[in-house]
């Protein structure tokens, strides 16, 4: 079937990408863009922050600086580890997905790699993934490029092909896809509109979904 898992973080493993925007948002207004949360959510989902440098720039009409984002990785870890849950059933098929790689799962996400650390260390993670921990941030090129992905297969020592991504966003669809790994969509909402246009394996709506195909 698969050799090797790799996992998105947000909104695939924790429930964090409500928490993390709406703190982006609110520090946005505060800089001056009058930005609604939804408008928020639909820019900045699956990107870094810094990826959006040129828009907030122009909308805020002040420079994105070391200090700022420093303020808003500080607010945001407050409220995750106030508020972070992991996603319904996540465990389990992390746990599933190491037994049935022998242990060739990875987390491959587009942000910076000590929230990422935090995160999966919450959920209660961290035993299942070790050291295989990978952030775009860490890398030339974060989501939608493939970096990523190809680091962390690279680091297994499985040709992406021989993959299963899954990932929640369009712009992470785009970066396993163009590792060449297989996709699933994981879409809780049950709608799979993210991913309409692209070329998922499978959408699925629920962990134990997941859960349950590595163990049959």
């Known amino acids: ?4 898992v790799l996992f998105d973080c947000d909104g695939v493993l924790v429930d964090s990408e409500l928490i993390t925007n709406g703190v982006l948002c609110q520090m946005l207004n505060e800089a001056g ?4 949360q939804a408008e928020c959510f639909s820019i900045f989902v699956g990107k870094a922050v810094r990826d959006e440098r040129q ?4 909308e805020t009409g002040r420079p994105l600086t070391e200090d700022w984002m420093r303020a808003f990785y500080a607010r945001r870890d407050q409220r995750l580890r106030a508020e972070l849950k992991a996603m319904d059933g ?7 997905s190491h037994r049935f790689t022998q242990g060739r799962i990875a987390c491959a996400s587009g942000a910076d790699r000590p929230k990422v ?35 962390a297969a690279a680091h297994l020592g499985v040709d992406p ?14 970066a396993g896809l163009d590792a060449g790994a297989t996709v699933w ?15 998922v394996a499978r959408v699925f709506c629920h962990m134990d979904e997941l859960a349950g195909a590595m163990e049959a």
Request: proline share 7%; net charge negative.
């Open 117 to 151: 650390v935090m995160q999966i260390e919450m959920a209660g993670m961290q035993p299942y993934f070790g050291d295989r921990i990978f952030s775009g941030h860490d890398l030339p090129r974060s989501k939608p490029a493939p970096d990523v992905y190809l680091a």
């Open 185 to 199: 969509g994981y879409c809780p909402a049950g709608h799979g509109r993210a991913f309409a246009g692209l070329p």
């Open 1 to 4: 079937m698969f050799d090797a």
């Open 55 to 58: 828009r907030i720039e122009l």
């Open 90 to 96: 996540a465990l389990q098929a992390v746990a599933a």
């Open 33 to 36: 863009w009058a930005l609604a």
């Open 161 to 174: 092909a021989r993959c299963l991504v899954i990932e929640d966003t369009a712009t992470g669809v785009r």
